[in-house]
Every structure is written in structure tokens, then in C-alpha cells.
């Protein structure tokens, strides 16, 4: 499936590029980053595109003819539950479901709008842009794994280092061999968000890739599946982001039981964009597979 043309009037993409450039800027500062204030310097990006361009999952054609809303809004609560649940058992399994499904989501994504998708290099792909992200990003990302209770696999990652960042790269590169002409400048800001994302700090890069790429990209992808205009995927997406903020509030006064004792709150929000994000890759793909059909 080859999704139609995506054309940027700037109305979306401006006022997130302008806030993550502000907070790219101000990043570098020392002791700036670790202030609340500034953590939450980001929160109109996280909540549109970042929770919006999932918060609307209900409107896609998966949802036809399966019980309705309510049984929808159980479907998907069950996931995240599920997820939530094996980060309180298995931790490093948790976060190695959470890995697979998001290198697949994001790869997905991107070859999907560039015509070119297959499911093995989609993953591939997926899995280039995750290494670059982490391994560009080591002692950091150390750090992380720790919090969440994955040293084991802090460890793998430390150990494979110089392979993992090669592997990377030439994933990365893999969607090169059969780009379209016309989706060339997409492809190539893309690598150049990835490639800025390694002088940046981890929590920064993350950013710039989750909401000023693959998010603002998710939100024009459900658009064009579903119909709608913005004005009405946001109406119908507050409930839904409504819901995810207070289920991230909940997790906030849980966090002492599947987080190291004194987390700071982006290992929360990790584990909440984990949880949020599985049924929203399994809705999003469905949804692909349908309008392929």
C-alpha cells in the first residue's frame, strides 16, 4: 500500500519545530535539563502530535464491526495492561516486546509513505533508527536500562556496541535502493534528524524523532485513513488523551513497583509510552493491511 501524497502547509509542522528547536537550544545548558520546569517545556509537542496521532485509534476501520466503543476501549486497556504486567514480572522481556514491536511501527510507517513497504525491511529499518538512538547514545542509555530494571541488557547492548552501531547504519540505508525520486527530500531529512540526534542528549533525540518525525507523520497517516479533518480527530482524540494522562498519573504514584526506588519521571514516561503505544502499532497496522486490501 502506497499512501497518497502527504502535503505539508506548515500549519502542523512549524510550531513543533520551532518548540523542539527552543528545547534543543536550551538543552545544552548545564543543570537546565533536570528542572521541572524545562521537563515540561515539551508538553504541547507530547500531547499533539505525540498522544494525539494515537488517541484517535477508535476511528480506524479495525474497529468496524467488533462489539463498538466499548468493547474497543476494552481491547485496548487490556493490552496496555498486559504490557504494564510484564514489566512487573519480566522486566528486560518487557522492554524486548516494547523494542521489536516500536522497530517494526516505526519502520512500518516510513515505508508505507514512500511506497516502499515490506515487512522484513520495514523491521530492518525500524531496527536502524532504535540502534542509532541507543547505542549513539550509550552511557545514557545505560542509565535508562538501569532505572527500568534492565541492566542485562544494558550489558548485551555495551558488548555488541561496534557491531550493533554498523548494523545500524546499514539498515538505515536499506530503504536507499528502491526510493522513489519524489520521496528522496522525506528520506534524507530523516537521516539528517537521525544524524543530528547524535550530539544531542538521548532525551533530546528521542524527542526530535518521536514528535517532530514519526508522530507528526502518524497524525497525517490517520488523517488520510480515516477522512477527517484535524479539527475533528482532535475532538475526537481528547476523551482519549484525557484518559492517557491520568492513567500516566496513575503510573507516577506506582512507579515504585516496576521502577528503581528515586526514577526520575522520563523512565515513567517510558514505560507509559510502552504501554500506550502496543495496541496502537496493532490498530495502525490493521488498518494498513485493510486499505492495502
Not at 43 to 63: E, I, M, N, R, V
Not at 70 to 93: D, E, K, N, Q, T
Not at 131 to 141: F, N
Request: aromatic share 16%; hydrophobic share 55%.
Amino acid at each position: 500500500m502506497q499512501l497518497r501524497t502527504i502535503h505539508h502547509n506548515g500549519r502542523l509542522e512549524l510550531p513543533i519545530l520551532l518548540l523542539m528547536g527552543i528545547y534543543t537550544l536550551f538543552s545544552f545548558q548545564p543543570g537546565l535539563a533536570d528542572q521541572s520546569w524545562f521537563r515540561f517545556l515539551l508538553a504541547p509537542a507530547l500531547l499533539f502530535p505525540g498522544l494525539s496521532h494515537g488517541a484517535a485509534d477508535h476511528h480506524l476501520d479495525w474497529k468496524g464491526n467488533r462489539g463498538g466503543l466499548v468493547l474497543f476501549v476494552c481491547r485496548y486497556v487490556s493490552i496496555m495492561l498486559a504490557i504494564l504486567g510484564l514489566w512487573l514480572i519480566y522486566p528486560i522481556f518487557g522492554l524486548s516486546i516494547f523494542l521489536l514491536l516500536s522497530a517494526w511501527h516505526f519502520g512500518e510507517t516510513d515505508l508505507r509513505d514512500w511506497g516502499i513497504y515490506h515487512p522484513v525491511k520495514a523491521f530492518l529499518f525500524g531496527v536502524g533508527i532504535l540502534g542509532i538512538l541507543l547505542l549513539g547514545h550509550q552511557d545514557e542509555t545505560a542509565t535508562v536500562l538501569a532505572v527500568l530494571k534492565a541492566e542485562a541488557f544494558g550489558a548485551w547492548l555495551s558488548a555488541w556496541y561496534i557491531p550493533g552501531i554498523i548494523l545500524s547504519v546499514v539498515c538505515c540505508l536499506i530503504p536507499a535502493f528502491q526510493m522513489p525520486n519524489a520521496k528522496w527530500g522525506s528520506y534524507l531529512i530523516l537521516l539528517l534528524i537521525m544524524a543530528m540526534g547524535m550530539i544531542l542528549p538521548l532525551v533530546a533525540a528521542f524527542l526530535w524523532y518521536f514528535c517532530a518525525w514519526h508522530s507528526l507523520r502518524g497524525w497525517m497517516h490517520l488523517r488520510l485513513l480515516t477522512g477527517y479533518s484535524d479539527r475533528f480527530l482532535l475532538k475526537v482524540a481528547s476523551p482519549f488523551i484525557i484518559g492517557a494522562l491520568l492513567f500516566f498519573i496513575i503510573m507516577l504514584v506506582l512507579q515504585s513497583y516496576f521502577l528503581e526506588a528515586g526514577a526520575q519521571v522520563y523512565a515513567v514516561f517510558f514505560v507509559f509510552i510502552a504501554a500506550l503505544s502496543t495496541p496502537h502499532i496493532l490498530a495502525m497496522h490493521q488498518s494498513y493491511h485493510q486499505q492495502s486490501n
